[in-house]
């Protein structure tokens, strides 16, 4: 099972960015989806970005364009950049990868990176 390493979170202030990154134990050989979640405390985990072959990418409706999911496969990195962000989306952010066969949820999962968006 390939293990991921999220990071980049931290605090911003509303309207700032951060890019967060997700990296890889070892390349991965199979057709796999590699997907953005977020986690409040209390809340369930949504989803909010994936990337796979071909570099289809979807983004859930509340990103509204301000997020962009990319790969960089050299570094076995997938990365989140986080733009115009909102208090909304403080989250506990975890990158999540798995066969595309796969149930969503299913997989290997980060520890999470923390995006706090306050004054």
């Known amino acids: 099972q390939v293990q991921l390493v999220e990071s980049g979170g931290g605090l911003v202030q509303p309207g700032g960015s951060l890019r967060l990154s997700c990296a890889a134990s070892?390349?991965?050989?199979?057709?796999?989806?590699t997907s953005w979640y977020r986690q409040v405390p209390g809340k369930e985990r949504e989803w909010v970005a994936g990337?796979?072959?071909?570099?289809?990418?979807k983004y859930a409706d509340f990103v509204k364009g301000r997020f962009i999911i990319s790969r960089d496969n050299d570094k076995k990195t997938v990365y989140l950049q986080l733009n115009n962000l909102e208090p909304e989306d403080t989250a506990i952010y975890y990158c999540?990868?798995?066969?595309?066969?796969?149930?969503?949820?299913?997989?290997?999962w980060g520890q999470g990176t923390p995006v706090t968006v306050s004054s």
């Open positions: 999540n990868r798995r066969p595309y066969s796969s149930a969503a949820g299913t997989g290997s």
């Open positions: 070892e390349t991965i050989l199979a057709v796999t989806l």
């Open positions: 990337i796979r072959s071909r570099n289809i990418i």
